[in-house]
């Protein structure tokens, strides 16, 4: 016989086993389009301000900006320590710095070439993509 107490345990159960589930079931953080996508915007406003002496990277913009990202993927269920092994992975900063470099490209720009991150960094700015708002012309 189901009395309310065994049905209460199996339901709890229940929902145990499925939130682990779907715990094990959470993609890779490099796979969350809305995670690697700013990510890879943040390496690009960052490299444009490193070589490009007319732009500066928007330091407190920047800082809000990737709180704002961590704290989206942590609602979307990765932890602290999920997050900064994905931000502090060799392996992710190759992908993403390759990600930026055929970015550079297809915008028919050299990425090795300063006055080209020149050229991207102020058409960024002058577009107002999410690039453009981590930069600011000197």
């Known amino acids: 016989m189901w009395t309310s107490k065994t049905v209460l345990v199996s339901a709890v159960l229940a929902g145990s086993v499925l939130a682990g589930t779907m715990a094990v079931a959470k993609p890779a953080l490099r796979d969350v389009k809305e995670i690697d996508d700013q990510m890879l915007n943040v390496g690009i406003a960052l490299v444009i301000s490193e070589k490009c002496d007319s732009i500066a990277e928007r330091k407190l913009k920047g800082l809000s900006f990737l709180w704002d990202l961590k704290t989206r993927a942590n609602a979307l269920g990765y932890s602290d320590n999920e997050i900064n092994a994905y931000r502090k992975s ?6 993403l710095r390759a990600a930026g470099e055929d970015y550079v490209k297809s915008k028919g720009l050299n990425p090795k070439v300063a006055a080209d991150l ?9 577009n107002g993509s999410t690039i453009g708002s981590l930069l600011r012309a000197k």
Do not use: F, M, P, T
């Not at 060799?90 to 992908?95: L, Y």
């Not at 020149?118 to 002058?126: D, T, Y």
């Open 90 to 95: 060799d392996a992710e900063k190759a992908r």
């Open 118 to 126: 020149c050229n991207l960094g102020n058409a960024e700015i002058e």
